[in-house]
């Protein structure tokens, strides 16, 4: 059953028992796209990570479709429901604050389990924050990894930055404004203030900010004027450029790995075993960088 009949290539189709993962501006409105507004207004129900942030969105386009909530906390007990609901028939659209819903947004266990019981799951393209910023970063696009949120805690953040440290690609992140100062610094004492990074802030909204350039100049420049951290981050880093006397991703990977078990020294020996580097290189490698 067709709830809505295609007549043309704009046209939009609403199909019966179908989940729709569907974008929502970042922040300028003018962003959501004319298939979005189509779905959330002919499907059935509308899950959303906050119904009184995706309420106030739906009042401004004229939109009254249903709306229930799916967030962190009760998502896996609501995808039980809506799974149900699906299966008789009905057709949800999925919605998070802003952006696309799953990345670092609900809807991942409502996704899995779609699949799991064969339901048809259709994604629409729109607003993200991770591809809005990297556009427009200046960094290598070709390769990236989003990273979701750093760690809480300033051990956390130094290890993950060691993780990182030789990789090749641009990386992404999303940070809290209250704890982006003491990131950059954990960053500063790994990566070097030398590494460059871009600080995309309020993306599409009236304070947008990108900016970049060696850390070092980036935490001078945000310490001139504390409200250049103010507001929506993501925080892109440049990938590692290998020089000649570098030691493999591979090894410095193991010897991460390794540490959790072994005392550094035994952990080093082995890993310069496997990749074939000499192991005094690997273990002053590991002084200066893991943080135990």
Same mark, same amino acid.
């Given at each position: 059953?067709?709830?809505?009949?295609?007549?043309d290539?704009?046209?939009?189709?609403?199909?019966?028992?179908?989940?729709?993962? @569907?974008?929502?501006?970042? *922040?300028?409105?003018?962003? %959501? /796209?004319?298939?979005?507004? &189509?779905? #959330?207004?002919?499907?059935?129900?509308?899950?959303a990570?906050?119904?009184?942030?995706?309420?106030?969105?739906?009042?401004?386009?004229?939109?009254?479709?249903r709306?229930?909530?799916?967030?962190?906390?009760?998502?896996?007990?609501?995808?039980?429901?809506?799974?149900?609901?699906l299966i008789?028939?009905?057709?949800?659209?999925?919605?998070?604050?802003?952006?696309t819903?799953?990345?670092?947004?609900?809807?991942?266990?409502?996704?899995?389990?779609c699949?799991?019981?064969?339901?048809? @799951?259709?994604?629409?393209? *729109?607003?993200?924050a991770? %591809? /809005?910023?990297?556009?427009? &970063?200046? #960094?290598?696009?070709?390769?990236?990894?989003?990273?979701?949120?750093?760690?809480?805690?300033?051990?956390?953040?130094?290890?993950?930055?060691?993780e990182?440290?030789?990789?090749?690609?641009?990386?992404?992140?999303?940070?809290?404004?209250?704890?982006?100062?003491?990131?950059l610094?954990?960053?500063?004492?790994?990566l070097?203030?030398?590494?460059?990074?871009?600080l995309?802030?309020?993306?599409?909204?009236?304070?947008?900010?990108?900016?970049g350039?060696?850390?070092?100049?980036i935490?001078?420049?945000?310490d001139?004027?504390?409200?250049?951290?103010?507001?929506?981050?993501?925080?892109?880093?440049?990938?590692?450029?290998?020089?000649?006397?570098?030691?493999?991703?591979?090894?410095?990977?193991?010897?991460?790995?390794?540490?959790?078990?072994?005392?550094?020294?035994k952990?080093?020996?082995?890993?310069?075993?496997l990749?074939?580097v000499?192991?005094?290189?690997?273990?002053?490698?590991?002084l200066?960088?893991?943080h135990?």
């Amino acid at each position: 059953m067709v709830v809505k009949q295609m007549t043309d290539e704009t046209s939009t189709m609403v199909d019966t028992s179908t989940l729709y993962i @569907v974008p929502t501006p970042i *922040g300028n409105l003018g962003d %959501i /796209t004319q298939r979005a507004l &189509s779905i #959330l207004e002919h499907v059935g129900i509308i899950a959303a990570e906050d119904t009184r942030h995706t309420g106030r969105l739906l009042l401004h386009f004229g939109i009254t479709t249903r709306l229930v909530s799916l967030h962190d906390h009760n998502e896996q007990y609501k995808a039980n429901i809506l799974i149900e609901k699906l299966i008789s028939g009905q057709t949800i659209a999925l919605v998070s604050d802003a952006g696309t819903p799953l990345i670092s947004d609900p809807g991942y266990h409502l996704v899995s389990r779609c699949h799991q019981a064969g339901v048809k @799951v259709v994604p629409l393209p *729109g607003a993200c924050a991770v %591809i /809005t910023a990297l556009s427009a &970063s200046g #960094l290598p696009s070709d390769r990236f990894s989003f990273e979701g949120f750093l760690p809480t805690k300033s051990k956390g953040r130094r290890n993950k930055f060691t993780e990182i440290a030789q990789n090749p690609r641009t990386m992404i992140f999303y940070e809290s404004p209250n704890r982006l100062l003491d990131a950059l610094d954990d960053m500063l004492a790994v990566l070097g203030g030398e590494r460059v990074v871009v600080l995309a802030r309020e993306l599409t909204k009236i304070f947008e900010t990108i900016r970049g350039g060696p850390l070092s100049e980036i935490i001078d420049w945000i310490d001139e004027d504390t409200n250049r951290i103010r507001g929506e981050m993501v925080l892109l880093v440049a990938g590692h450029r290998a020089k000649k006397n570098d030691l493999p991703l591979e090894a410095t990977n193991a010897v991460v790995l390794l540490v959790k078990e072994l005392p550094l020294k035994k952990a080093a020996a082995i890993a310069a075993k496997l990749f074939c580097v000499k192991k005094n290189v690997l273990y002053r490698w590991g002084l200066n960088n893991l943080h135990q």
